[in-house]
């Protein structure tokens, strides 16, 4: 059974640094890409990128770009995304997705539970 | 900025059919675009159903259906149930071969 799941919800303050993790199970880790997924109230869901876990090659959304990093770590099947500095505006329910197939293009199919980030003063 | 357009709110009755659309700012939608679509119900996290156009999951309903239609991809219901009262997200590849997906704002069906 395909399973993705996520580190539990974060309250951290502005400024703080983060890494939420993402652990698989029941398929090849490396043969399928792993993404994140933004959702907001305001703002809905939002693509932020996919790592390929055999050799991090990764892809962001330009609007994330620069502003978070996606890695994986093969040894325990398990994709992070973290921030180094916090903002309010990150306050926001993330989910990660695997890929439908080895082509990352294609979609996704299975998605974890979600982390909900909380970020406040 | 690249934005991805869908029908904010659908009814449809029990046993009917519903069409739900997805338009890109960019032009038509093509195959090329790989539309993705997921259900999403309250406190639930989304649930694919329909990828590159019109491929099911294994656990997709066949009532679902995925398409090309009119220049938008498409979500078609046929004999709705109750429960496939949810938000709906198309989801739309706009190429450069970096991570540039783009979903749409989602379209609330009601089921009545």
New interface residues.
């Given amino acids: 059974e395909v399973q993705l799941v996520q580190s539990g919800a974060e309250v951290k303050k502005p400024g703080e640094s983060l890494r939420i993790s993402c652990q698989t199970s029941g398929y090849s880790f490396t043969t399928y890409w792993i993404?994140w997924?933004r959702q907001t109230p305001g703002k809905?869901?939002?693509?932020?990128?996919?790592i390929s876990p055999s050799d991090s090659n990764t892809?962001?959304?330009?609007s994330f770009q620069g502003l978070v990093i996606i890695s994986v770590d093969k040894s325990i099947s398990t994709a992070y995304l973290q921030w180094s500095s916090l903002e309010a505006s990150d306050t926001a329910m993330y989910?990660c997705v695997k890929s439908?197939s080895s082509s990352w293009?294609?979609?996704?199919?299975?998605?974890?539970?979600?982390t909900l980030v909380t970020v406040s003063a | 900025q690249t934005v991805v357009t869908q029908e904010p709110s659908l009814t449809v009755s029990p046993g009917g059919t519903v069409t739900l659309t997805c338009a890109s700012s960019t032009g038509a939608v093509t195959s090329g675009y790989?539309p993705?679509w997921?259900q999403q119900k309250p406190g639930q996290?989304?649930?694919?159903l329909i990828?590159?156009t019109s491929?099911k999951?294994s656990w997709t309903p066949a009532r679902f259906s995925g398409s090309l239609l009119g220049g938008k991809a498409a979500l078609t219901l046929s004999g709705v149930q109750p429960e496939d009262e949810a938000d709906y997200?198309c989801?739309v590849?706009h190429g450069g071969?970096?991570?540039?997906?783009?979903?749409g704002?989602?379209t609330k069906l009601t089921v009545l």
């Fill in positions: 993404g997924v809905g869901l939002e693509w932020v990128g996919i892809k962001y959304s330009p989910y439908a293009y294609l979609g996704s199919d299975y998605w974890g539970q979600g | 790989y993705n997921f996290a989304p649930r694919a990828y590159s491929n999951h997200y989801l590849y071969g970096q991570g540039n997906w783009v979903f704002g989602g």
